[in-house]
DNA sequence: TCTGGGGTCCTAGGACCC
DNA sequence: TCTGGGGTCCTAGGACCC
């Protein structure tokens, strides 16, 4: 019998901050937000009283909860204790799947010989994360992959839901389809139109049902899905000068490009995103001939695809670039280009080194910053 | 007082090829 | 003379997730 433990990390963020100052136990705390621009990444359970959601822009949660504490978010600090977590959850299964900074699948099939039955297992797993790091967690335990998901996401904060095998449509049936991971607004929307408003209801339909949720698979068996790499900035201020967003551009084609390069890959497709100062959002790419990890080369794309695309009096509040289609192979040209892109991959492995010395921003690169003409 | 940033997946039309 | 049909690649937009 196979089982799976979907764990959830309760309001990650903040509970982190509460770990390093636990003046904040207690207290609504929302993380994100504060400076009046950008959106609540995190919010105790005591914000979430006031209304207060993740995702929410900063000043309407300011209006719903005044008196809350807005702390400014630290990635790094939680991509650690994200790190931590994981380290643990190994320690129990060797396969272990991450579906962000704070989700994660642990697979206990097989695990009862050795440490007993998966409930006591997924206890003791919540029990440590606990313990150790201080952190609460919620768990679901089922037999299928999308069950434990929605069995954390349904007993949280601090809970642990166990389906056990036979009872899963018992479960999940009479639940709103709106449970399901991947069924937003819209299609629950969609879905209520057609007067599916249960678990049930959608498994009836022959066709919807399968499609958003599809029991009779064991687990998602992994395909190759499509990665990609990209960086993307609000302004504080809408732009129309161009000059200014080439100079942003640049700084975002850096950051992208040494990623890409950390990774050892290269990628084929280069994609620009603007948002207007009216929202409206665009996204342009481009396929390349030979993939690239260079930040001149993506950077030229990148101009190329801002030019095609700016209005004289729209200003541009959002500047986005991504790359994707991303190969890890070797070369696959022609000795000469080969021999000069090797020598330039040496040069950005200088570059990488001395910005890692004396951090990004200190080596930057004529094109895009400043670019003479 | 306006609406973040990191992603994945799906759809749909057109180009192009055989 | 009234427009095949399948496959693949490219591009754009949008839903959704955390």
């Keep these: 019998m196979a089982f799976y ?65 807005f702390v400014p978010g630290r990635l790094k600090v939680y991509s650690e204790f994200s790190r931590k977590v994981f380290d643990l959850l190994r320690s129990f299964s060797p396969d272990v799947r991450a579906f962000s900074i704070d989700e994660g699948l642990v697979n206990l099939t097989g695990t009862e010989r050795l440490m007993g039955h998966p409930i006591r297992t997924a206890d003791e797993i919540i029990g440590r994360i606990r313990q150790e790091l201080g952190l609460p967690s919620s768990g679901g335990l089922a037999t299928h992959p999308t069950l434990a998901k929605i069995a954390a996401t349904k007993v949280k904060p601090r809970g642990l839901l166990y389906v056990p095998p036979g009872s899963e449509e018992r479960f999940v049936g009479p639940l709103d389809v709106s449970v399901i991971p991947g069924v937003g607004p819209k299609t629950h929307r969609e879905l209520l139109d057609r007067g599916i408003a249960t678990v049930a209801q959608l498994l009836a339909h022959p066709r919807l049902g399968p499609r958003y949720l599809n029991l009779d698979r064991p687990a998602d068996s992994g395909h190759a899905h499509e990665h990609s790499i990209g960086s993307e900035t609000t302004m504080s201020k809408a732009l129309t000068d161009v000059a200014e967003m080439e100079r942003v551009l640049g700084g975002l084609v850096e950051e992208v490009a040494a990623r890409l390069r950390r990774q050892g890959g290269r990628a084929r497709r280069v994609t620009l995103k603007l ?14 001939r030979t993939p690239t990890c260079f930040d001149v ?48 991959d040496q040069l950005y492995k200088g570059i990488d080194r001395l910005r890692h010395k004396y951090g990004e921003g200190t080596v930057t690169l004529g094109a895009g910053k400043n670019r003479p003409h």
């Excluded at 209005?311 to 021999?339: C, H, M, N």
Aim: glycine fraction near 8%; proline fraction near 4%.
């Design 275 to 288: 948002r207007y100062s009216d929202f409206k959002t665009i996204t342009r790419s481009r396929t390349l």
């Design 297 to 344: 080369d993506i950077l030229k794309v990148a101009r190329d695809l801002l030019a095609r695309n700016l209005a004289p009096d729209r200003a541009v509040r959002l500047l986005g670039v991504s790359t994707s289609r991303i190969t890890t192979e070797g070369w696959q040209d022609s000795i000469f280009d080969y021999r000069e892109r090797a020598s330039m």
């Design 5 to 69: 433990l979907h764990i959830d990390m309760d309001s990650f963020y903040v509970s982190v901050e509460r770990v390093l100052d636990p003046s904040l136990e207690g207290k609504p705390v929302m993380v994100g937000g504060g400076s009046g621009r950008g959106v609540v990444t995190s919010a105790s359970y005591e914000a979430r009283q006031y209304g207060v959601r993740s995702a929410m822009p900063g000043f309407q949660a300011r209006r719903l909860c005044p008196d809350g504490i």
